[in-house]
């Protein structure tokens, strides 16, 4: 074995939770072999986060352009969209932030193999050429998620997708059935709809965004609603077949127990995601799946595996990781600082924002009213809507802010729906962070007008010192 085959740390996989931890590793001085098999940046660069909203905000210009005609008497229409025209903006975004992580790493001096890599021992790993490298400190795994399919539903890139492929496919389709009502399908079904796709959104839940507050779910699914997107919660998919001609025949059983025939030229499966970890021979050092094939820290605190020195960052892991870029870049940093004795302080997941990007937007912090409830905390809750301030009316799209605070004591949870609240949700992590008390915040002030006066005039509320609400 050769020198430059031993490091102080190896990172499997290149997404977000592989990367920053190389980045904060090498940072903190110590020497990192990063294995990547596709490319660096991960799901989130180029399947995830970034071209899907990349699409949103062309989605968003589109809305605005219904919006301004029809409040406001601009007299515009869109023409068409053209797909190849979006996707070449969007790709180009992709490609300019792979660029910045490429040279990011190679800036931090992380030697980057493009290579697909399995463990062979808990402190080796040997990459698709035969070559072995030894970890001196440790080795993170990071090999993040792909999306779940469903038997009998295969995705064929046209006409069944799952959200890695509605990226690439030919063009867009007229119409389009979401199954799943989580994250991910809501934001595809938003952005389809603004495309002008009659879309049907299905969930088997009883609501949208089951995880989160149910205030959030109901204000969500009547602001989809509100634009004609069709939401069947309560629903399951009893059978699809793909048809000769093109597009799917899906039957549907409802919440009344109907059955009700939906037919659209393309099906997006986005039923959730499953843990990768094909490929890197877990079994040859040790640490363990579990039922859902996640690997479980044996120490949350470090995350690090019941194998000593064995880590694992992002989507790999189980709740209460949350299966979100930024939860995976702070798990690096966590992981990065353990392994160079560096005193680093727990991932709070309760703190981690949660956001979804359709329209309306969705933006939470901390536990729901009923986790709060189900907690054992005495809790008091205040809702406010958004048109309760001026902006808000400015905006004329409804939406809301809910705070959950413990009666006499600190703010639990903060939970917002409307446009442009995932840039809103930042004040509450922190509120939430810092263990701020209503009055705390109440104390601050916010501009006026904006649709932060909200949250401001919400938490006045709740301090006794309301001004316009009623
Ligand atoms: C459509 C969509 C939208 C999303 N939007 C958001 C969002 O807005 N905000 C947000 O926070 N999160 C979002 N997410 C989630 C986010 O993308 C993930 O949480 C994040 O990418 C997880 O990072 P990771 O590093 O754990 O895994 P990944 O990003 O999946 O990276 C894992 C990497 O490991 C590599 N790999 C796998 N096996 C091996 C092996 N044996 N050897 C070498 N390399 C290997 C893979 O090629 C991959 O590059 C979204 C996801 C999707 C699908």
Known sequence: MTDDSTVDVIVIGG????????LRASALGLSVLLAERDKVGGTCLHRGCIPSKAMLHAAELVDGVAEARERWGVRARVESIDWSALTATRDDIVARNHKGVEAHLEHAGVRVVRSG????????VRTEDGREFTAGRGIVLATGSRPRTLPGLEPDGHTVVTSDDALFAPGLPASVLVLGGGAIGVEYA????SMGAEVTLVEAADRLVPSEDVDVSR???????????????????EGAERLAFGGVRATVRTARGELREIGAERLLVAVGRVPVTDGLDLAAAGPATDERGFVAPADWSRLETAVP??????????????GLAHASFAEGLLVAETLAGVASAPVDYAAVPRVT????????????EAQAREAGYDVVVNTMPLTAVAKGMVHGQGGMV???????????GVHLVGPHVSEMIAESQLIVGWDAEPADVARHIHAHPTLSEAVGEAFLSLAGRGLHQR
């Open 15 to 22: 997404g977000t939770g592989g990367y920053s931890t190389a």
């Open 117 to 124: 890599a399995r463990l062979t021992g808990p402190r080796s």
């Open 190 to 193: 938003s952005f389809h709809r």
């Open 219 to 237: 204000h969500l699914a009547r602001g989809l609603r509100r634009r004609g997107i069709d939401v069947l919660t309560g629903a399951r998919l």
């Open 309 to 322: 020195g064995i880590h694992v960052v992002g989507d790999l892991l189980p709740p209460p990781s949350l």
């Open 357 to 368: 990007y359709s329209a309306p937007q969705t933006a939470a912090v901390g536990p729901t």
């Open 402 to 412: 809910k705070v959950v605070a413990e009666r006499a004591g600190r703010v639990l």
